[in-house]
């Protein structure tokens, strides 16, 4: 499939549909490189575009509730840069945004809370601020002692 049928695969619900292509142009304005690659197959793009094919995709079904899990897994560095300040851009335009994320330090530049979870439990809560005062979250998660 390329990549716009992957996008519209997305607004699959009838009251989405009719806004299909204003979704769509949401999607191209937030990743302009998709506009470019838009009849190309999804499949054979890199793993940072199809990540954003992903997110688009779930863009178009216009969710108030967006889940991400493991977004920057096996991104390069710049990748994971541009694809946070674009979670940050969805969430600034009124998408609540649930995150996993093993990269601590880019999951806690854009929390407003956060929940540190050890072999399934949360050991851990509150604000990036206070859970970076925390040494055992320096130096388990972030390399460093408090």
């Keep these: 499939m390329t990549v716009e049928e992957n996008l519209e695969i997305g607004c699959y619900v009838p009251s989405v549909r009719a806004l299909r292509e204003e979704s769509l142009e949401r999607v191209y304005t937030i990743f302009p490189i998709l506009r470019e690659r838009r009849r190309q197959v999804a499949g054979a793009l890199s793993g940072g575009m199809q990540q954003m094919v992903a997110i688009g995709r779930a863009l178009m079904a216009r969710p108030r509730l967006l889940l991400l899990d493991e977004p920057s ?55 990036p601020i206070e859970l970076l005062r925390q040494p055992h979250i320096q130096e388990a998660y972030l390399g460093h002692g408090g």
């Excluded at 560095?77 to 300040?85: G, N, Q, R, S």
């Excluded at 979870?117 to 050991?123: D, H, I, S």
């Design 73 to 127: 897994l096996g991104l390069a560095p710049a990748v994971v840069d541009h694809l946070f300040e674009v979670i940050m851009e969805i969430h600034q335009e009124g998408v609540a945004v649930l995150l996993v994320e093993q990269n601590v330090a880019k999951a806690l530049e854009i929390a407003a809370r956060a929940y540190v979870l050890e072999q399934g439990r949360v050991v851990s809560s509150g604000t």
